[in-house]
Each structure stands twice: as C-alpha cells, then as structure tokens.
Nanobody
C-alpha cells in the first residue's frame, strides 16, 4: 500500500521556521518527482516546490519566494520542506504528492498519490 505521510506542521509565530517531512512508503519512487503543495481556507491547492529523487533537482513555484527549501533523503524515502521567515499568509494545509514528472506535478495532473496534509498556522 502506497502511503505519503506528512508531519512537522504546527503553530508558529511570524518570522519563525518549520520543517515539514513527507515519508513515502509502499513502492519505489525513484522514477517519480515529489512535491509540496498548500491549500489555504477558501482557496485552491497550489504548488510550492518539487524535487526529483535522483539526482535531486529542485523546482520552486512562486509561492516559495526564496524562503522555502525542498530536499530529500533517499535512504529514508523522505522529502522535506524547510520554511523560514514565515508569514501569516503562509497559513494553510500543506500536502505532499508524487507524480511522474515536474509538468504533471506543477499542474496537479496525473498525481497518483497524495498525503493527508499537515496544518501550518502562522500567527501575527
């Protein structure tokens, strides 16, 4: 059974940092790209960042704004999102997903697997 399990969300003050984790299991993701998305209340889910398993090339959406860094640990089958200088507008549920390529990931087309999401709340 394929699973993507996010963790690391929580409540943080503006200007603070959080590191989200997405642990993947149930199959090999070597040919897939992994990504982070977020969905704020009343808004559609948006792409934040993606990374290939090997060689680990990152790709960032506009939302990352140079404040977020995506990385992965192949040995742990885990993808991370380091978020810094957090703002109240970063408040959202953050999801990870896996897709065959960056095109599908960014457009959220043909994304076979999604995690359940982790809540990030940034207080002012």
């Amino acid at each position: 059974q394929v699973q993507l399990v996010e963790s690391g969300g929580g409540l943080v003050q503006a200007g603070g940092s959080l590191r989200l984790s997405c642990a993947a299991s149930g199959r090999s993701f070597g040919s897939y790209v992994m990504g982070w998305f977020r969905q704020a209340p009343g808004k559609e889910r948006e792409f934040v960042a993606g990374i290939s398993w090997s060689p680990g090339n990152p790709y960032y959406g506009d939302l990352a704004e140079g404040r977020f860094t995506i990385s992965r640990d192949n040995a742990k089958n885990t993808v991370y999102l380091q978020m810094s200088s957090l703002k109240p507008e970063d408040t959202a549920v953050y999801f990870c997903g896996a897709a065959p390529g960056f095109g599908q990931l960014v457009r959220q087309i043909d994304v076979p697997w999604w995690g359940q999401g982790t809540q990030v709340t940034v207080s002012s």
